[in-house]
């Protein structure tokens, strides 16, 4: 089984979140960047088919040059091979289309993105990537069998549970659950020398349609000044409840 | 790169007391690989998850969760960081196996010292001085965590004087082995450990020797109860009692008689390693005081906004990033000079052994600094949390328990105060490193008249650099001036030499902060270290007020009329600043940057 893992490079969730050119782009100065959590339970998953079913993990990154610290930690996780498409990723439409290209050259029986990315939630991609591919496609999904071309699926629906079967090829829309957080590995120290040696192609990007276009991005507005009120003063908290805070 | 050039390049140790390194010319923490980044994200990880979520059970004297975790360490490859590839290990440069040693270290002294004893003392003098079957043997196993290995060279009355033990190793009839019967004292890992790393006397040899000693109950090894101690519960020291134990001729370290140097080698890289174990510990300490003072409400205000606490946290995040910028400097040092004497046709063992000698005095300075740094972090971070601080609900009270070890062990902070001077004035006598020319030349300039003329010190970090220049001239002048008097005898004269080492260390430390500063200000520009800049000067200022207090302490001691007169003005002249920097300004910017942050974090 041949396994393409897609990987969005995300901001830690610690990070300091700002924007620069008229509040048009994320200001990435300083920030930590890390592989997309749900994309990493999908990794993980696909480590897990690895070592029981021989299969082998390709992984994928739309980005430039600075994706590739994320995408060599998947490699030292223990993926075979990684593919960098040489592009800033705008979009769902266009990630998804830039990624549909490598999978068609690629041959892939099974496809993990994760279920949205903690940067911009678009979670359009693996929907999408399905479509074009015209293959099968489980979202939420919370875990994972395979057997042959047989498919056992879960996905999380509200307040339950979902168990699905397919085939292969198929698009699967991860998230935790796949793994638990307990599981996700940490790069041993031979797996980040054998990062090294490992093949990491860059191929360049293919003409598409950029859907969408970032106009601007806001910040909620900053929490004012916390008012303290003696608590033997009711009175007063009941009058700033009623006529400054006005939530009663 | 010709090895001519290399040699340049480099600076000899002990060697920064007398020439000026450029900023280009030290190793930072923002100078790591990629793959270095990665390699500590991974120790992070492993901390946070392994260790750091469970720090309660490092208090309850859960010696097993211990082992536990060090095994699992050796799953992730972290115990053989250090270790050649030839014995299964990663074979890593020195700036890697510090950067684990420091990230791993930092959640509690209980797994450190398992760490560190292990890694360090434990495996070290097999891969330093093991002969080839040794190495075959005993080390891959001790790198993947099979096997753990401890170091017995204390006793109960050799201590410091470490030679001085009473341990026997005695010739068998059949010359086939040597029976070792002794006790031996305060024995990290004893309780888990595989092998033994082993120090006795054979007949009335003046040194001791080093022996690797398999841990098998039947063969005459007893182990005594765990040490009930102060702090660093969970990591396992006992009394190794040997009686007759039989160690096959084929298991002695080196040659005879080659113990002492065994173990003092061991203890340089022990004591390197100890302080970057001591940096982490700083990190973490400090951002949960500053976490805390940002959600403590006092007088219907956070804490941090008391000029009292900014204070501290100014101090502790000063003194983290100081002990940072003098640790890698050094450990780059290190990793250069092995590569250059490998270059030269050296064995990576021989490499590794001298690179590291090399570097004693940086070793010792290392040591005794960042310990003491992690002490007063400590103890301001506990106060910080106030009565929550004294509390064991916090990790504040044990963190402060743990901390008092690292003055005690790897030779105690007095111990490593006389060797860095000792070694350094050592140096000096073999022409290794030229310190009498420079105190000469100090001398004659105090003959002189001074310059009245106001330097221009527009440029940044310029007055900061020219001081750091004349604090070098107060050790050249206090340290020559004494050797003159006392010849070898000086080292009889203790407070004398350790006024002198205070003076080696602050002026080490402060110039690492301040040239680590400097090279990340050229690159990112001055904007991006406004803080670092600040932390550079205020560590420079408690510097020199430390030198002054030291410096008139020791001249006073030794100098009278005219020569201590003349010494003082010195003293007077090699420590004033032209323009005073408002250290109250500085401690409040220091402090509103970490807790804007929330965390210490400046790489
Ligand atoms: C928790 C723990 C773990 C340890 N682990 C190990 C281990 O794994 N293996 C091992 O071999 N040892 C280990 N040790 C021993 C440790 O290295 C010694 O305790 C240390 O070297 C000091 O020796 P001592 O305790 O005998 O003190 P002493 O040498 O008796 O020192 C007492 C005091 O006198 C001072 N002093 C001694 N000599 C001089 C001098 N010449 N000049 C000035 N001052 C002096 C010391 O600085 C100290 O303040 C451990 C100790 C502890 C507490």
């Known amino acids: 089984m041949k396994i393409l893992v897609c990987i969005s490079n995300v901001p830690d969730t610690t990070s300091k979140i700002n924007f620069t050119e008229d509040d048009t782009k994320f200001d990435t100065n300083g920030v930590q960047f890390v592989i997309n959590p749900n994309d990493e339970f999908g990794l993980t998953r696909a480590m897990w088919f690895k070592e029981k079913q021989g299969a082998t993990i390709h992984v994928v990154s739309v980005g430039e040059v600075s994706v590739e610290p994320t995408l060599r930690k998947a490699l030292a996780i223990g993926a075979d091979e990684a593919i960098r498409i040489n592009t800033i990723p705008t979009d769902g439409l266009f990630v998804a289309q830039q990624l549909a290209e490598v999978v068609k050259n690629g041959q892939y029986d099974l496809i993990i993105a994760g279920r949205e990315s903690i940067d911009y939630n678009g979670g359009m991609v693996p929907g999408i990537l399905a479509t074009l591919l015209d293959i099968n496609f489980i979202n939420t999904c919370i875990g994972l069998e395979i057997e042959g071309d047989a498919v056992t699926a879960i996905r999380e629906i509200d307040g339950g549970k979902e168990t699905l079967a397919t085939t292969l090829p198929l698009v699967v829309g991860g998230q935790k659950g796949l793994v638990e957080e307990s599981e996700l590995r940490i790069p041993n120290m031979r797996g980040i020398m054998m990062a090294r040696k490992k093949v990491l192609n860059v191929v360049e990007p293919t003409d598409s349609i950029r859907g969408t276009e970032d106009a601007k991005f806001e910040k909620p507005a900053p929490k004012g000044a916390v008012k303290l009120v003696d608590s033997d003063k009711i009175e007063e908290l009941i009058d700033l409840l009623h006529n400054e805070a006005k939530v009663i | ?603």
């Open chain 2, 1 to 603: 790169m010709s090895t001519e050039t290399m040699n340049k390049e480099i600076l000899r140790g002990g060697q920064f007391l007398v020439k000026e390194t450029q900023c280009e010319d030290v190793f930072t923490l923002e100078d790591l690989s990629e793959e270095q980044r990665m390699m500590r994200e991974s120790t992070k990880e492993f901390a946070d998850r392994e260790l750091w979520a469970h720090w309660e059970r490092f208090e309850k004297k859960d010696y097993a969760y211990t082992e536990e975790c060090m095994r699992k360490a050796g799953e992730l490859g972290l115990l053989s960081v250090a270790v050649p590839e030839k014995y299964e290990g990663l074979g890593m440069g020195f700036v890697s196996t510090m950067l684990v040693c420091d990230y791993i270290s930092g959640v509690t002294g209980s797994f450190s010292t398992a760490f560190g004893a292990h890694t360090g003392i434990g495996t070290m003098p097999i891969t330093l001085y093991g002969t080839e079957e040794q190495k075959q043997k005993y080390v891959p196993k001790l790198a993947s965590g099979e096997w753990f290995g401890a170091y017995c060279l204390t006793e109960p009355g050799a201590g410091s004087d470490a030679n001085s033990g009473k341990t026997k190793a005695v010739l068998s009839d059949d010359g086939k082995y040597y029976n070792i019967t002794g006790q031996k004292m305060w024995i990290s890992n004893a309780g888990f450990c595989n092998l033994f790393i082993v120090f006795a006397r054979i007949e009335d040899d003046k040194y001791i020797t080093g022996f690797i000693v398999e841990n098998d109950p039947k063969n005459g090894i007893t182990l005594g109860d765990e040490e009930k101690k102060l702090g660093i519960h969970s990591s396992s020291t006992r009394q190794v009692f040997f009686n007759d134990t039989e160690v096959p001729i084929e298991n002695m370290l080196s040659e005879r008689g080659n113990g002492f140097k065994i173990a003092m080698n061991a203890l340089n890289i022990g004591r390197i390693k100890l302080a970057a174990a001591c940096l982490d510990a700083q990190r973490r300490v400090l951002t949960e005081a500053v976490k805390y003072a940002n959600e403590r409400m006092q007088f219907r205000t956070p804490i941090i906004n008391f000029g009292a606490i900014k204070a501290k946290i100014a101090n502790m995040a000063t003194n983290a990033y100081a002990g940072e910028s003098a640790s890698y400097r050094a450990a780059k040092n290190i990793e250069d000079r092995i590569a250059l004497r490998e270059a030269d046709g050296n064995s990576h063992q021989d490499a590794e052994l001298k690179g590291v000698e090399e570097y004693a005095i940086e070793c010792s300075i290392l040591k005794v600094a960042v310990s003491e740094h992690l002490q007063e972090t400590t103890d301001e971070g506990l106060q910080i949390f106030g009565g929550m601080g004294f509390s064991a609900d916090t990790p504040m009270e044990s963190a402060w328990r743990d901390a008092r070890i690292s003055r005690i062990y790897e030779g105690t902070n007095e111990i490593n105060r006389m060797l860095a001077v000792g070694m350094l004035v050592k140096k000096a006598m073999k022409g290794h490193v030229d310190l009498l020319g420079p105190a000469t030349a100090v001398g004659e300039e105090l003959m002189g008249i001074p310059s009245f003329e106001t330097p221009d010190f527009s440029e940044l970090l310029s007055e900061e650099k020219d001081l750091i220049t004349r604090l070098k001239k107060v050790f050249l002048m206090v340290a020559g001036s004494a050797v003159q008097k006392f010849g070898p005898e000086l080292e009889k004269h203790q407070q004398l030499m350790l006024a002198a080492a205070d003076i080696l260390i602050e002026i080490y430390m402060a110039e690492s902060s301040v040239l680590r500063t400097e090279k990340n200000a050229r690159r990112s520009g001055e904007e991006s270290q406004k803080t670092q800049i600040a932390m550079s000067k205020l560590y420079l200022y408690n510097a020199v007020e430390t030198i002054i207090k030291k410096g008139k302490e020791a001249i006073i001691s030794f100098a009278e009329g005219d020569e201590q007169r003349m010494m003082l003005m010195g003293l007077k002249r090699f420590t004033k600043y032209t323009n005073y920097p408002n250290v109250t300004a500085l401690r409040t910017q220091i402090a509103d940057a970490v807790a804007e942050q929330n965390e210490y974090t400046f790489d």
